[in-house]
Every structure is written in structure tokens, then in C-alpha cells.
């Protein structure tokens, strides 16, 4: 499980500042690529090779889970098993790539802040519905806000989508950063629905403590709420994350993702649990 480091908080005199500031940027990597309304992800460079020993498009492998590598040859999955549906593990489904660390540099000069952003790429699962698979975005940081405290916009570079025991098409896909306390989301457009990856639990200060877990759906719109699976301010915790998902975000150390085991924890300091000391 990741915890997410508490972003600094800029004091009040310069709340001012943060809420005006001109923030300047410079990207460190060229190839950064901006976010597309259709990505199609249905060219074979997605579909992780039979004959390949590598499924990394980069220049390192991802393959490999931490601490939990498989035994067979990586990219050694039959095109029959990926029809039938029958493979339920991601890294033998799709192509990823090693994430470039601090690759834009995000600056203030007016409050003399600097800080540098990697690309995030993740991997989560699906199941809505009768359809069930696995999505995998690449992102890359382009621009900044300066807040209280340095926020990335992030792009989408691309993404694929497997479902059913097949690569579709996917539309519209964002990925938001959510703010100082990084209470990220993600959505995209499938079968005339708005599918949005949050989270079910906040913790102390109303920040999220692991990945995205849960899902909404809306109308085409993006605004028509037809099922809320995360049900974070719900206040009967036990109807919360009635639609639960798993997601897992490569390394930039070495591409590799931790396990696809759903370890969901509600988080410490979730205004529905009760405090102890009360």
C-alpha cells in the first residue's frame, strides 16, 4: 500500500501569493506528449508479444511484480487465451514502459519554489456490468500551479483498454492530480458512460492513504451520476466502495508494479470511524 507524503503548506502571509502566482515551467523531456480525445488502442504494439522475452516499449523491462515474479517466459500469452478472456494478469496483457523520473520542473519564482515531477503510469483493474478487464495509462507532467504548494498537470499519453478478452477503443481519458492533498482521479468514456477511478476512504486532513480503489459512472455527460461505487462521504461506511477496483502505479525505479491483490484499507482518521480516545 502507498501512503502519500503530506504536501507542505505554504503559511498565511503568503496565501495571497499562492492563490496569484504566475508559476513558470520547464520541461525537461521533449517527447512529453499532450492528452488526446480518441486513443486507439487497438495496434498490436499494445498486445504483449508471444515471442518476445520483453513487454516494455522503453528500454527496461516492467514485467515483473515486486517481490512476486512469474516463473514463465514474460509476454508467453496465446492469442486464444486472450479471446477466452481466461488471463487475469495485466503484465502478460499489455506493453509498459519504464516512467522517466523529474522529467518537468515546476517553478515560483515569486515564492522561490522549485520542484521537479515524474510521469505516472498505472495500471487498474475494470468490472462494470458484466464487462471486466484491466486499463493502463501512461501520463506526463506538461505544466504547474502553484497553490500551497507545487501541482502538476498532468497529460495523458496514451492508454489501453482490455475488457472481455479484447483491446478496445478508449475516449476521453484524463487523469487530475487533486490538489495539494493529491486526491487523484482518473476517468474515461466506454459504451456511451462516464467512468471515474476515486477513492472510497480519506484519512487525517481529507487525504486519500492509497490509490485509487473504487469507481463512479455517469451519464455521457460526465455529470449524471448513475452509481456512486465509492461512497466516500457516505456516512454508513459499509456502503462505501460497492464498486471496488485495483489499481497499481509502475515504479520509476524499475517499471515493476506491486501485486494485484486487493489490500483496501480504510484509512486512519476517516471521519467514520469512531476515535478512540472519544
Not at 507542505?8 to 503568503?14: D, E, G, H, K, V
Not at 518537468?104 to 487498474?124: A, G, H, M, P, V
Not at 482518473?186 to 469507481?215: A, I, P
Amino acid at each position: 500500500m502507498k501512503i502519500y507524503k503530506l504536501l507542505p503548506i505554504c503559511s498565511l502571509l503568503f496565501f495571497a501569493a499562492c492563490g496569484n502566482d504566475s508559476s513558470s515551467a520547464s520541461s525537461d523531456d521533449p517527447e512529453s506528449s499532450s492528452s488526446e480525445e480518441s486513443l486507439d488502442n487497438s495496434s498490436s504494439s499494445w498486445i504483449a508479444s508471444s515471442s518476445s522475452n520483453s513487454r516494455n516499449d522503453v528500454d527496461v523491462s516492467s514485467s515483473s511484480r515486486k517481490e512476486e515474479k512469474s516463473s514463465s517466459s514474460k509476454g508467453e500469452v496465446s492469442s486464444s487465451s486472450q479471446k477466452s478472456g481466461a488471463l487475469t494478469d495485466p503484465l502478460k496483457i499489455f506493453k509498459t514502459r519504464k516512467p522517466k523520473a523529474e522529467v518537468y520542473t515546476c517553478k515560483s519564482s515569486e515564492l522561490n519554489w522549485e520542484e521537479k515531477f515524474d510521469q505516472q503510469d498505472w495500471i487498474c483493474s475494470f468490472k462494470y456490468d458484466g464487462d471486466e478487464g484491466f486499463v493502463y495509462v501512461q501520463s506526463s507532467p506538461t505544466d504547474c500551479e502553484a497553490r500551497f504548494s507545487m501541482i502538476p498537470v498532468m497529460s495523458v499519453d496514451t492508454a489501453a483498454f482490455y475488457v472481455n478478452g479484447e483491446y478496445e477503443t478508449l475516449k476521453n481519458v484524463t487523469y487530475e492530480w487533486g490538489g495539494n492533498h493529491h486526491n487523484d482521479s482518473f476517468r474515461f468514456s466506454y459504451k456511451g458512460k462516464v467512468f471515474e477511478y476515486f477513492h472510497s476512504s480519506y484519512g487525517w486532513g481529507g487525504r486519500s492513504c492509497q490509490e485509487m480503489d473504487c469507481l463512479k459512472v455517469y451519464e455521457s455527460d460526465g455529470e449524471t451520476l448513475i452509481e456512486d461505487g465509492c461512497g466516500t462521504f457516505n456516512d454508513n461506511i459499509s456502503q462505501s466502495r460497492s464498486l471496488p477496483v485495483v489499481c497499481r502505479f509502475a515504479s520509476v525505479e524499475d517499471g515493476s508494479f506491486d501485486s494485484f491483490t486487493d489490500t483496501f484499507e480504510i484509512c486512519m482518521g476517516d471521519f467514520r470511524i469512531p476515535d478512540p480516545a472519544e
